[in-house]
């Protein structure tokens, strides 16, 4: 079965903190494909990445930066110096053959950046 | 450049009553995708379509829940005799699959359906 784990409920953080999001997953699949996706309090979730299991390089843009693991199966998200704007809720998502391709979420880390 | 949309944003509907939503995804993309998502959890799949075929449907799609993809283009979902149980935010993705791999999911804003 596939499942992703996001351990941390709530984070709050004060204005232009780095701020880390962790996300561990777990599945049968050899590939696979894992995403984190931002729900502002607007409500529609927006696409940040896409990262496939043979690219274990980190992707860094602009304050965002994602580290994948698979020693640990994990794809933690880091926000540099982060901003009000960024507060909102933080998905990570798992897809791969075993879950015919759809989505499978975590229960979200809601960050709260400060003024 | 228009996303995916969603219609109506908002229902509010008393128990027993059918709702209808509609989905319009992303033109070129040929996958649609119907997620759920209740107060505080990750979205939870329903159900998607490949062109106008539907593919899979979750186990939390009950007999009362039923979608369709005329023609390939626009989705509606419906729920027949609706529950308390109903009421989440129902999400509509769409994406583009030119053949093997996994591509992103496009979000539309979601109908927020509150059952009284």
């Known amino acids: 079965a596939q499942k992703v784990t996001q351990a941390q409920t709530e984070i709050s953080v004060v204005e232009k903190e780095d701020v880390t999001l962790d996300c561990v997953y777990e599945?049968?699949?050899?590939?696979?494909?894992l995403f984190w996706y931002k729900q502002p309090p607007s409500g529609e979730l927006v696409f940040l990445i896409r990262?496939?299991?043979?690219?274990?390089q980190n992707e860094i843009s602009g304050r965002y930066s994602w580290n994948f693991q698979k020693s640990t199966s994990s794809f933690n998200f880091t926000i540099t110096a982060s901003q009000v704007v960024d507060s909102a809720v933080y998905f990570c998502?798992?897809?791969?053959?075993?879950?015919?391709?759809?989505?499978?979420f975590g229960s979200g880390t809601r960050l709260l950046v400060r003024p | 450049d228009t996303g995916v949309s969603q219609d109506p944003r908002h229902k509010i509907t008393k128990r027993g009553q059918n709702v209808t939503f509609r989905c319009d995804p992303i033109?070129?993309?040929?996958?649609l995708y119907w997620y759920r998502q209740t107060l505080g959890q990750g979205p939870e799949f329903l159900t998607y379509?490949?062109?106008?075929?539907?593919?899979?449907k979750s186990r939390l799609l009950s007999d009362r829940f039923s979608a369709e993809r005329p023609k390939g283009s626009f989705s509606t979902l419906e729920i027949q005799r609706t529950e308390q149980g109903d009421s989440a935010m129902y999400l509509c993705?769409?994406?583009?699959?030119?053949?093997?791999?996994?591509?992103?999911?496009?979000f539309g804003p979601g109908t927020r359906l509150t059952v009284t």
């Open positions: 993705a769409s994406s583009f699959q030119p053949g093997q791999g996994i591509y992103e999911q496009y």
């Open positions: 033109s070129e993309h040929n996958r």
């Open positions: 998502a798992l897809s791969g053959e075993d879950s015919s391709y759809k989505l499978i």
């Open positions: 379509f490949q062109n106008e075929a539907q593919l899979e």
């Open positions: 599945t049968r699949d050899t590939t696979y494909y």
């Open positions: 990262r496939n299991s043979f690219d274990e």
